[in-house]
């Protein structure tokens, strides 16, 4: 019996990507049961949105479609839930790679699991993500670090989507080759791996850079600007280069 309880309203949704991995944040109201707090969505920076309003207290409005309000879900909590499955076109038409990117999150999730532990490893995070199998869908059981900033959360979402078809030979190499020459299923990612070796290689020097106070990187509080300030956004802030 799936877990998770599915919220609607993702036809509303101004996507930007609207087919690919999809994202919810989850709520465990039970032993096995989960309910998304906000529509899965295959545009990951609804979570900036969603990140923003939780962590800042303070509402911003309708950015495309979406408007969180403050539900105190992650006050005094050392992990949080992350829903992943696999989406197609939003409003209708079929992404072509649909099966086939289902049956890879299905059959490499704890590839991935062991991917991602890597980064919380070199963050010395006190705890690492695991992921559970909820029949299509991955539900991911994670530090409340990668909720701490708009930048964390798209940096988080950007590994998964990039790497969630991660082979085990893969895993024999370092993580800086893995990031490097890893092949997206959706080709347009590919130019999105850069992203995820300047955070790692920045991380690792310094793992707080990206737990920036929103308002000493001059980020003005509004809808837009918050649903745009991803990983990108913050490495531009930041003047940070790939190679740390």
């Given at each position: 019996?799936?877990?998770?309880?599915?919220?609607?309203?993702?036809?509303?949704?101004?996507?930007?990507?609207?087919?690919?991995?999809?994202?919810?944040?989850?709520?465990?109201?039970?032993?096995?049961?989960?309910?998304?707090?906000?529509?899965?969505?295959?545009?990951?920076?609804?979570?900036?949105?969603?990140?923003?309003?939780?962590?800042?207290?303070?509402?911003?409005?309708?950015?495309?479609?979406?408007?969180?309000?403050?539900?105190?879900?992650?006050?005094?909590?050392?992990?949080?839930?992350?829903?992943?499955?696999?989406?197609?076109?939003?409003?209708?038409?079929?992404?072509?790679?649909?099966?086939?990117?289902?049956?890879?999150?299905?059959?490499?999730?704890?590839?991935?699991?062991?991917?991602?532990?890597?980064?919380?490893?070199?963050?010395?995070?006190?705890?690492?993500?695991?992921?559970?199998?909820?029949?299509?869908?991955?539900?991911?059981?994670?530090?409340?670090?990668?909720?701490?900033?708009?930048?964390?959360?798209?940096?988080?979402?950007?590994?998964?989507?990039?790497?969630?078809?991660?082979?085990?030979?893969?895993?024999?190499?370092?993580?800086?080759?893995?990031?490097?020459?890893?092949?997206?299923?959706?080709?347009?990612?590919?130019?999105?791996?850069?992203?995820?070796?300047?955070?790692?290689?920045?991380s690792k020097k310094n793992k707080k850079v990206f737990l920036y106070?929103?308002?000493?990187?001059?980020?003005?509080?509004?809808?837009?600007?918050?649903?745009?300030?991803?990983?990108?956004?913050?490495?531009?802030?930041?003047?940070?280069?790939?190679?740390?």
């Amino acid at each position: 019996m799936k877990k998770i309880k599915d919220k609607a309203g993702r036809e509303n949704l101004g996507e930007g990507r609207d087919y690919g991995i999809g994202f919810s944040i989850l709520e465990k109201t039970d032993k096995d049961k989960y309910n998304c707090l906000m529509p899965f969505t295959a545009c990951k920076d609804y979570l900036n949105d969603f990140i923003f309003v939780e962590s800042e207290k303070k509402t911003i409005g309708v950015a495309y479609g979406y408007n969180h309000e403050i539900l105190n879900c992650f006050d005094g909590k050392d992990i949080f839930y992350l829903g992943v499955n696999t989406l197609h076109r939003n409003g209708g038409g079929n992404w072509a790679d649909f099966d086939k990117a289902k049956k890879l999150l299905i059959e490499r999730y704890q590839n991935l699991q062991q991917f991602i532990n890597r980064f919380e490893e070199m963050l010395k995070l006190p705890s690492r993500t695991v992921i559970i199998l909820d029949e299509d869908t991955l539900i991911f059981e994670s530090p409340i670090f990668w909720t701490k900033t708009t930048a964390l959360i798209s940096v988080f979402t950007l590994i998964i989507r990039c790497y969630f078809n991660i082979t085990e030979e893969e895993l024999k190499l370092s993580t800086e080759e893995i990031i490097t020459n890893h092949k997206t299923i959706i080709s347009s990612d590919n130019y999105m791996k850069n992203l995820a070796l300047t955070f790692y290689n920045n991380s690792k020097k310094n793992k707080k850079v990206f737990l920036y106070k929103y308002k000493d990187v001059g980020v003005t509080v509004n809808a837009m600007s918050v649903h745009n300030f991803g990983i990108q956004a913050a490495i531009n802030r930041l003047k940070l280069q790939p190679n740390g």
